[in-house]
Structure formats: C-alpha cells, structure tokens
C-alpha cells in the first residue's frame, strides 16, 4: 500500500512506514497500524459512513514527486524515497541509473552470475572446510554446483559452516515450514515420502474423528475422550517431527543428492555429459521475479518494460538464445471479446473450473471470465513500431491496459468495464482470508450499481449443492430465471415442497391462497423418497391433486412431480413477505446451512450470505453436539436454558468443537453450561453473518433452531435486536414456494 507510506495513522497519528503492518478501512478507505485497528474494534469515522464519508489523501499535488527508482510518488521534501526507501537525486537531475540515458548502470545479474567463481569467498570457505581437494562426501565441488542449481553458493556454504563446526543441524526453513514439498521440490525422493507417510500416519486421529462422526462403518471402535488424548499425543509429536525436519533438512538433502551424484557420475565418465546430466536431473527450471507496477501511467509502463528487457537478457543467458522480434510477433493472438449483448461476468480472484461451469450451466446469459486465469490474449502489435525497442515499449502498454485485476490501482480499464452495456451482472470470486480481495469488493460495492455476488473459496472442491442455491438465487434477483411455468393439470389446490438435508416440510394452499395442509417428515436417503412421505402424511391429499408443485431445498431438482423450481433463498423471503411483512432481514438455520437474506418494502432479495461448506452452527452441528452430551434435542433445547457457569466454545468446526465438549465434560462441568456454550457459539457465528450481510431489523428467524430458545435468546443478545419467530418456523421456504405455484396458475 505505497500511497499509505508517511500519512498518519487514523488511530495513533503516528506516520506509517514501510515496516509497519497496515490495514485500510473497507468503507472509507482510512490507513491504520494493524494493532490500532484490532484496538479499536471499528474504524473512529463509521459514524460518518452513512453519509459517505471518504478517508483524503493528506498531501497536494504541490508536495509530491514521481520516485524514479520505484515509479511511487513520494513527498517532494525528503531524501528518501517513502515507498521503495532510494536516495532520491536532486530535482531536475536524471538519476544515474535512468534507462537511455547512455551510461552505465549496475547489472544486478551479473552479480548473480558471479556468485560461486573463483573470486567468490564461499569457495575458500568451502576449502577451508573440506580441503584444497574441494571434494565434499568424495564429490567434487563443481558437480555439486551443477547437480544443486542457483542456490549451490548458498547451500555450499551452510554445509561448509557444519563440517567446520562438526554438526549436522542447520535450520532450514523451508523445510520446516513446507514439510515434504521441500523434499519433493528438491527432489530428495526418499525423505519426502518419509516425512509424508509420517504426517499422514499423526493425521489419523482426525480422520477417526471424522469417521465417526459420519457414522462410517469404517471408523474404529475407539471411546471420543482416549481418541482426544490420542490427537493430542499426535499433535505434540507433529510438532516435535516439524522441528526434526527444518533442523536436519539441509543434512537429508546433502546425503539424498550425494547419492545421485555418485550415480551419476558412475554412468557418465565424460565431465562433459556428466555436466548436462547433472544439471537436468538436479537443480530447478528456470526461476525469474518480475517486478509488476500497479499503475497504468507513463513511469509504470517505463518500468515494465524495463522488467521485460530484464527478462528477456535472463532467459537468453539461461537457454544461450537471444530474443527473436520476428517470433515474439507472431506469438500473439486475438483476444476473445466481450459478448455483444448481454452478458455475466466473473471477476476478483482466480476462479477455480467448478465456479465457472456451475454458473454457465445455470445462467441463460453468456458468462464472461475477467479473472487473471480469463482469457489474456493481446492483439497483434501494430505495423511501424521502431525495432524491438518500440515492440517492447507497446507490449509493456498493451499488459497494463488489460483488465486489471487485483494488483492494479484504479485504473481506466476497469471503469470502462464497470460501464460496460452490455454487462448485467458481476460474480465477485475471493480466497478466504485474503484482506486485498475484501477491500477491492468492497470498493467495487460502493462504486458500482451493478448487481454483485461474493463468492469466497479457498480453492478446495465447492460444495455443489450450495453453490447452485447461491448462482441461482443471484440470477433469480436478476430476473434470469424463468418463473414456474404453469401447469397444464387442473386442480384446486397448488404445493409447495422445502427439500432440506434433514427434514421435507410441504405446505398446501387453496385457489384463495389459504393453508390447507402441512407437513414435516425427515428426509431421509433420497429427495423424492422425502417428498413422498410429506405428501403421505398430509392425509388425503395427492401430488394428482395439485394444480401446481413448486420444490425449493437443496433436493427441488429430484422431485419427480415438481412443476417447477425455486431456491430457497427467494422461496424464504416469499414466505417470510407473507408472515412478516416488516422483516427486512430473515436469519435462517436449518439442517445443512446457515443463511442471512435481506429484503426491500416488497418482499425482495436485496443481499444474502451463506456459510461455507461447514456445518458448524447448523441443526447437524446442535444434533451431533446433543449426541456426545447423550441428550436428544428437546432435551438440550431445554437444559440449556438452566446454565449457571459461561464457558467459551471456541472452535466451530465441528470435529474440534466435540474435542472441546468432549474435555468440558471430563473436567465435569454440567451439561447445561456446555449447553450454553454451545448456544453462544451458534450466535457469534450466525451474528458475523449478518453483518457480512449489512443485515437491518427488523429481523425474523426461520429454520428448525428457531425452536431452540437457548440459541434464539443467544442471538437476539448478539444482534442487539428481538427476532419474530413464526408459529412453524420450518415451514417458511415451502409456503414461499407454495405462494410462487400459486403465481403460475393465475
């Protein structure tokens, strides 16, 4: 965050450094120290956010020039640059160092490639270790040169330091922190299946824990609290085999590449092969670090075509070749363009094959993929440029005139997309826990009329199921989905069927939009199955009977008799409109998910959030904690009401929340207060989704934990607001969905 560098912190007024930790408020824009903001708990100026409040930039124009070192602007008065730290030259004097100029500047690469020559001290040093012979382990110390690769210097001289000092410990982090990847990157084959089996073989009591509560007949007969004591067990030794590997990690790789030295050289006697061979089956590929600006003005295009010339004399040293113009032209291709109508586009962070086929399969829009795995095609490089140099010079303008993705400031580019006419609405992709993605949606979410969908990942498999729900109930807002269409069958009442994980609830309505039956059934092994079974405990009435079935749920595809489908996101706010009619936000907890939805006067989807894959805070998370308790759920629902001590369940994740009970109830605390804890962690979770979702009251809970008045107490103290439960809180979705087939007959 350059720009941030030398304007006080809005916290302490102290001035921000290039080694302070900084955080920007998502709503303003205000700089902050880390430590200040978490102090704070908010930015000091939301009470100003309403109104519009923007965070300025403390400095004119007047008082700022361009860094030639860094491409930054910095402040016209100091002597260092406050982004890239340079010694700034006198004003109106070109920098020595200033491409064209005709002198000479200083060829960091050459240094580089000077490492590890006869001048170099490393040599000596290693000399002196291992003798003028220069033979480490009988080796020469030129092939392990060849066989170790760009960083042989560096690894030569850690192991020069052992043998002086006689030890075999020497901290290598990168295998400390990276485990048997370093190892398999190293291409140290024998410790980095080593190590793997090992961290494979102390993962096995979270497995168990796993299994046993997917209640697999694979899982082993083992009591929860001797299974606790075996992950801590485990744990401890992890830790221990961490430390192991990242202080004997160069000593294994020195032994693993000493073997394939020897082979090696036993094969191929001649020094020349010898030195090929060692190269390709040792070392690493090519590696270069690009310094990529994030502006898209003259200095950054400069600079990034200076990066491009670097690049292209590194390659050329590394494959002995020299840059073709000829072949750089002909390598681009036309870009694929935009749609001419309307279209969805997905933006943000790199999205992973599974979001974007899940939203091309279900949008009758095309979709447009703008991430930096998108399409980045450059249009062929116009005819008359001047020689490479003008070749270059374009190329590095064409890169930054792309659509920018994250790294880029504001730039032009992504107004005009913003803009664009035909683009009817932007699927927002973030990696969890990543602040800059945060930052930039919600930047893009005050900017921008546009409607946006956040999607987070962290780029594991989606869970199928609830990105449909979410893709599809974004296109529902938008009016892509096409309404149930009307049946051809007559008959005096219409259905509606909320296929959940754990219950199928079904509501039936007369012409008149009147409840004239209802039903809760557990689901069970298949949707239609559950459909079926809610039909059959209506009691008298038939799918033949309907004039109009409308499914909802996770389950609204498999339902054989359906006439239509809907989500549950907008089928809930239909149902909630219909209960409620002042809700502005329905908090719903069912089986499976948790959910926030907001809504508009009329009863419309205006925002939603979902939680991620995990069922922590759901009714199977309540249903597994009543379990270890040996408690069914009315039972907990009404023990939790009776708590005398508060505890802290700090984990949500499921397996490990039972870890905790499990060690609550070891040192004897009563069930009650566990009960409680439990509750209060359900709140905390489903509170941080309504504010994630901007959620306003007045508020109404849905699902079957609005039965539990324990968590319902628990979150109206969170919220800081009373929830409106319905008299069947479970049926809410299928009478929305019930109230949309009754639309398809009219």
Known sequence: MPKYYGCPCEGCGKPLTLQDDIVVCPDCGAPYHRVCYEKLGQCIHRPAHAAGYEWKFPYEESQLRTCPSCGERTLRDEETCRCCGAVLPPEGQEPPSSRGSGEETFDYSQMYRQFGTSADPEKEFFEDAFGKEAKMDGIARQDWLDYIGPAAPAYLAAYSRMQLQKSKVSMSFSALLFGPFYFFYRKAWKPAFGFLAAELLLAAPTFIEMLQLSGSALAPAMSASALTVFARVCSVLSFVLMLVRGMYGKWLYRKSAADHIRR?????????????????????????????????????????????????????????????????????????????????????????????????????????????????????????????????????????????????????????????????????????????????YENLRRRTALPLLKVETDFTPLSSGQLSTRLEAFLEGLELRPAPASAARRGAYVAGIDSGSTTTNVVVLDRAGNVAASAIVRTGPKASQGAEKAFAALGGFTPEDMAAIVATGYGRNNIPFATGQVTEITCHARGAHRLYPEARAIVDIGGQDSKVICLDESGGVTNFVMNDKCAAGTGRFLELMARTLELNLDEMARVGLHWEQELTISSMCTVFAESEVVSLIADNHSAADIVHGLNQSVAAKTAALASRAGAKGPYMMTGGVARNRGVTEALEARLGAPLWLPPEPDLCGALGAALFALDSIQ
Request: net charge negative; proline share 8%.
């Open 264 to 440: 090696i050289q036993s094969e191929f006697p001649d020094a020349q092969q010898r030195q090929a061979v060692l190269r390709a089956q040792g070392g690493l590929d090519f590696l270069f670090l690009l310094d990529l600006p994030h502006h898209d003005d003259g200095c950054a295009k400069a600079r990034l075509r200076g990066e491009l010339e670097r690049l292209a004399a590194e390659y050329g040293a590394y494959r002995g070749a020299t840059l073709d113009e000829a072949a750089l032209r002909a390598a681009f291709a036309p870009p694929v363009p935009l749609p001419d109508g309307p279209f969805l586009a997905v933006t943000g962070a790199r999205a992973g094959a599974g979001l974007l086929e899940a939203l091309r399969r279900v949008s009758p829009l095309p979709v447009a993929d703008l991430t930096c795995g998108g399409n980045r095609s450059l249009p062929p490089p116009p005819e008359g440029l001047d020689g490479l140099d003008g070749l270059l010079d374009w190329y590095a303008g064409a890169l930054l005139g792309q659509i920018p993705c994250l790294r880029m400031d504001a730039v032009g580019r992504r107004e005009e997309l913003l803009n664009h006419p035909g683009l009817k609405g932007l699927v927002y992709h973030t990696v969890k826990f990543c602040d800059f993605y945060s930052f930039e």
